[in-house]
Structure formats: structure tokens, C-alpha cells
């Protein structure tokens, strides 16, 4: 019933164009939340009463293409409340394998998450694992440690942030207390003390709430973001300095799209997604009452300036209050999860919504959108999805070429996000499987395109169709076509025989 639920919420609103890159094997991954009754004007739109969470997995059209049942994070968390199950911070580790939460406390100190590693490729192998965290986590598969949230709760009556690196017992490796910030804050007393004191209700007892962690162990940092500081930060890790901060408690001067100053280019934000070249994506939630938006920022370390390049606002019915997130895809475009299901009208009363996701391109035109329609007598939300391919990507711009001396040119992606390179291997075969050549390849982090150039052997005068294959560390394949024509009349390849 749970499944026939689920497709029958499904709603497709905005298909996209014959003519979109990269359309074929377009997943989307998410844990969804089936809430016991739907949101209504006089319901309280924060319920976080539920009859179920699936992990489910559909493609663009829609079709579910798989469905868990995400197991109790434990016995005393099953007996304690048994319908009661989140998953927040699923993101991929490599091409098979994610790493996500299950949980069910919803205030600080967050105790009943635990974390968990689920193989896809085997959709009942879920390992889970004696560390707590909240809202995000990240994996290093060099060490098999875990970068974990924990807020603890402090004798002055607020919380206290800390981001742990754990081993698989929960063991900690090293632990980076946020008080760390009043450090950072010290040294430009003058800008941001007023900025980092200035907290209302809730926000006073939860200073920081982080939600987005970013591990660049290759380079030694991480990135998070605090929700209730405004802010994005850059650690050096393990030392834990803090190497600047963009936002109403950053240091860096910010520039909104109209050349103007502002305290900040966002508000509540949540999932910073790392784009390269200093570059980052936020989902910004907006002001109370207000439009929530997609928006780009550039960081310009050496000069401490911050540049708002983009921004895309949803509809009023779209506001987020809580939770929400985008990532950029391999297209360019940006998949934003608008999975609360409820938003304020103008007379701030809660009015019933729909979680739903929304794509659009860097032109701001929407390529693609779906929605999960309410039942009769339950609603659905979301915390963020994300988006994966069957298959790495592979395209090329000219697939027919004449030549003596060729060489082949494609573009590659992986098939999940990652802000690590990522080995891979490409192949030139002929049409009955025979191997010209290989190579051993590195996927460019932040799912940005990387070029392959290939020369090929010396061929054969005349016409000939080799096939391009591009592959990731799990074995996951895609190929393109080329037709060759060789203008070469002083070589001849065995190989091309055996066609």
C-alpha cells in the first residue's frame, strides 16, 4: 500500500524538453516522509507525525524504480516510537554506496540519529554504525572516517556545535568546537559581534545549527554552513582554524546582484553545494514570509570579497521555512528540494502545500518539475534529494570524422556528484568488441565536465564505426559511436579484420 501510495503522489509537471542533454537515466534519490494527516490552514505545518519513510528512487518520468523500508536506527528507538523515522544527509560516497542519518529527534542534542551506509546495488545491505550526527555527514573512504554534527547543550542555557571526525566505532579522531568562532569573531570584533549575538527564541538555544558538512580531505579542509549565523565557513581540518566566513557573520565584504552591500545574500540557507573554482550553490530560504531561491556565490579569497551571481526566486507558494536544498547538475542546471510541504500566506497563516522539486537552467528557464500530491488523509515531505545517473555520461560534439592521423575528442561525467576526482577508464573498441585502446582517467570533481582526447592507431584507408566507452569505478558503462574516415593509405590494423 506504501508503494502504490507513493505513485499514485507522484505528479510530473514540467517534462522536459526531447532536445535536454543528459535526459536518459536521470534518477532522483530521497527519503520521504508520509505525514499522518495533510496540512491544513488551522494544522500546525512543522508536524513531524508520521506513518512511514521510504527510501525511494525514481527517474524523470516518474516510475519508481525502487523502494526500502530504511530499518529502525535502534530497538529503543523502535519501541520509543515506532512510526517515527527520518532519514536527512543521504549523499553518495562512491557509485554504489550512500551515506545518510535515521533518527528521530527533532531538538538539540539530535542523540537518536545514527548514521548509516546503504548499498544500493543490494537495496537490504544497510550497515549501520555507532555514531551520532545531525542534518549531514561525510565519509573518507582513505581512513573509513566519518565527519559528524553534535550539539551538546551548554551550562549558559544555549547549545554548542561540534563537528567530530569518527572512526566506524565512534570513536573521535578529532573534535572542532564551534566556540572556535568567537576566536574568528574576535578578530573582527568591530563587524561581527553585534551580527553573531543577534538571535531570536529558538536560534538563541541553537546558536549554530550547522546542516551542510564538505570535506575536502585531499586538500586538507572542510566547509559548513550555519543556518542560524547566516553564514558559510572554510576550516583548515584537522586544525580547525577558521580561514574566513561569507555571510552576515563573515568577514568578507558581500555584493548583491545590483552592486549593493547587504549584511547578508541569505537567510536560514541550507545544503551548500561546492561548485569549483570557488564557487558555491545555497539553497536561501528567505526571510520570514518572503520567497526562498536558488543562488550562486563567488568567494574572492585574496581580495575577502563575496559576489551574488545568480539568483533564482520560487513562487510564494514554494517558500520553504525549514529544511530545503539545491545541487547543480551535469547540465548546468540546478535541482532544488522543496520537499516542507506548507508555507505561510501573506497573513502568515499556514496554508497546505505540496513538497515538490524544481530544475532550472543557469537561463532560468524551468526544465523540469514534479510534485507529490496529498492523499486524503496524509501528506508527504522531504529534507533534499539527489540526483544520479544509471550510467556515467558521455558526449561528443562531432562523431563523424575524416582524417589520416586521428583523434577522438568526448566529454565525460560521472554518474553521481562528488567534490573529489573520481578514477574511471575509457576504452576505443571496434563494433565485434575488439580493444584499439585504453586509459586510465580522472572524473573532474564538482560534476563538471572532463575532456578525453584520444589517438587513435594508424587505420586503414577507408570508412570504419569505432565505439567510445566511458567507465567509472564501479564498473557502470556508457558509450557513443564515431564513424572514421581514413585517409591513410600506408597502414593497415589487424584488428579491423574481425568487423
Not at 503522489?9 to 520521504?32: C, K, Q, R, T, Y
Not at 543490494?122 to 551520532?132: A, G, R
Not at 543557469?362 to 550510467?391: L, T
Not at 570508412?463 to 566507452?469: F, R
Request: aromatic residues 14%; contains cysteine.
Amino acid at each position: 500500500q506504501e508503494l502504490k501510495d507513493i505513485e499514485d503522489a507522484i505528479h510530473i509537471d514540467v517534462f522536459p524538453s526531447s532536445g535536454l542533454p543528459h535526459l536518459e537515466g536521470a534518477n532522483v534519490l530521497m527519503s520521504l516522509w508520509k505525514k499522518c494527516s495533510h496540512i491544513t490552514g488551522e494544522a500546525n505545518c512543522g508536524d513531524m507525525t508520521y506513518q512511514s519513510v521510504t527510501w525511494i528512487v525514481f527517474d524523470w518520468t516518474g516510475k519508481v524504480l525502487m523502494a526500502v523500508d530504511p530499518p529502525y536506527p535502534s530497538q529503543a528507538s523502535k519501541d520509543k516510537n515506532p512510526v517515527f523515522r527520518r532519514g536527512k544527509g543521504l549523499k553518495f560516497i562512491n557509485a554504489t554506496h550512500v551515506v545518510g542519518l535515521l533518527g528521530s529527534a527533532v531538538q538539540p542534542p539530535y542523540r537518536d540519529y545514527r548514521l548509516f551506509v546503504w548499498n544500493m546495488d543490494q537495496p537490504e545491505e544497510v550497515s549501520l554504525y555507532k555514531v551520532h550526527s545531525h542534518h549531514d555527514v561525510e565519509y573518507n573512504p582513505q581512513t573509513h572516517h566519518f565527519l559528524t554534527f553534535t550539539t551538546q547543550p551548554t551550562s549558559y542555557g544555549y547549545s554548542m556545535e561540534w563537528i567530530d571526525e569518527v572512526d566506524a566505532t565512534g570513536q573521535i579522531v578529532h573534535r572542532w568546537n564551534a566556540s572556535a568562532l568567537m576566536e574568528y569573531v574576535a578578530l573582527h570584533e568591530a563587524k561581527l559581534r553585534k551580527q553573531f549575538n543577534r538571535c531570536h527564541s529558538y536560534e538563541c538555544r541553537d546558536r549554530i545549527h550547522g546542516n551542510t558538512l564538505a570535506w575536502d580531505w585531499e586538500n586538507g579542509y572542510v566547509y559548513f554552513n550555519s543556518r542560524h549565523l547566516d553564514a558559510f565557513y572554510k576550516l583548515e581540518w584537522p586544525g580547525g582554524r577558521v580561514v574566513w566566513g561569507v555571510g552576515r557573520t563573515g568577514h568578507f565584504t558581500l555584493h548583491d546582484l545590483h552592486g549593493r552591500q547587504p549584511n547578508s545574500l541569505v537567510y536560514h540557507a541550507h545544503q551548500l553545494n561546492l561548485l569549483g573554482n570557488n564557487r558555491f550553490a545555497l539553497f536561501d530560504n528567505g526571510r520570514m514570509n518572503t520567497f526562498s531561491s536558488t543562488v550562486v556565490i563567488k568567494v574572492d579569497e585574496e581580495e575577502q570579497q563575496a559576489y551574488l551571481e545568480f539568483r533564482y526566486g520560487y513562487p510564494h507558494s514554494n517558500y520553504q521555512p525549514a529544511m530545503g536544498g539545491v545541487l547543480r547538475t551535469p547540465t548546468g542546471s540546478f535541482l532544488a528540494s522543496l520537499g516542507y510541504g506548507c508555507f505561510l500566506n501573506e497573513f502568515n497563516t499556514v496554508q497546505p502545500g505540496n513538497a515538490s522539486i524544481v530544475e532550472v537552467t543557469p537561463e532560468k528557464q524551468k526544465v523540469w518539475e514534479m510534485h507529490f500530491a496529498p492523499g486524503e488523509k496524509h501528506g508527504w515531505m522531504y529534507y533534499r534529494v539527489e540526483r544520479f545517473y544509471s550510467n556515467p555520461l558521455i558526449q561528443a560534439n562531432h562523431t563523424t570524422l575524416k582524417c589520416e592521423h586521428c583523434e577522438i575528442h568526448v566529454q565525460v561525467w560521472n554518474s553521481y556528484y562528488s567534490i573529489h576526482p573520481c578514477p574511471g577508464r575509457v576504452y576505443v573498441a571496434t563494433k565485434a568488441g575488439y580493444v584499439l585502446h585504453t586509459e586510465a582517467i580522472v572524473f573532474v570533481p564538482y560534476w563538471q565536465q572532463t575532456d578525453v582526447r584520444i589517438g587513435l592507431p594508424c587505420i586503414d584507408y577507408g570508412t570504419h564505426v569505432l565505439i567510445v566507452a566511458v567507465e567509472n569505478e564501479a564498473g557502470y558503462s556508457a558509450h557513443v559511436s564515431f564513424t572514421i574516415q581514413s585517409t591513410s593509405r600506408h597502414c593497415r590494423n589487424p584488428c579491423l579484420n574481425k568487423w
